[in-house]
């Protein structure tokens, strides 16, 4: 079974994107902010940025999801070694990255009051940001799109990725 995983920055509508395709799709859906130790947690609402050892538990919880069936997760998923992580946990993963301009992640970030990520954080999330490579399975969409147009363009490239990938790709 191919999971997906829609990655990207703070502000880029990741979890949004992510319960509508697990909808329209008819799977499960994971929040991985739901699964961060609180100590990033706070360090994250105190204005400071991750490094890859605070990642590293983070990353472990939403590989234990994978395993056990989450088909769609948000995860900010900023790096390849990340995202290689994650295909080494469920090497039948696809990663979606809507991606936006800085404005407008910044204007998104600014007007929810129900999130822990301060506006502060964006510019180094925006450091960190690897986009995917050409070898890795996944697809950049414009997250200025509504959010129906974007689950209809993802889930369209989800579908011609399996039809078009070895079955040993995709099965596990």
Not at 30 to 39: E, F, K, S
Request: with cysteine; proline share 6%; charged share 25%.
């Amino acid at each position: 079974m191919v999971a997906v995983i829609v990655m990207g920055v703070s502000g880029s509508g990741k979890s949004t994107l992510g319960a509508a395709l697990a909808d329209r799709l008819g799977v499960t859906f994971v929040d991985a902010d739901d699964l961060h130790p609180r100590t990033n947690v706070a360090k994250m609402a105190a204005g400071e940025p991750l490094d890859d050892a605070d990642r590293l538990p983070w990353l472990a919880a939403v590989g234990r999801r994978l395993r056990v069936g989450s088909p769609v997760i948000a995860c900010s998923a900023l790096k390849r070694d990340y995202r290689d992580y994650l295909r080494a946990v469920w090497p039948a993963v696809v990663f979606i990255h809507p991606e936006a301009p800085r404005d407008e992640l910044i204007a998104r970030i600014a007007a929810r009051s129900d999130h822990f990520m301060p506006a502060s954080l964006l510019d180094s999330q925006l450091a960190t940001l690897e986009p995917l490579q050409a070898d890795e399975a996944g697809v950049t969409i414009d997250a200025t799109r509504p959010v129906l147009e974007m689950v209809g363009t993802s889930q369209l490239w989800i579908s011609d990725f399996v039809m078009s990938a070895s079955p040993d790709t995709i099965e596990r």
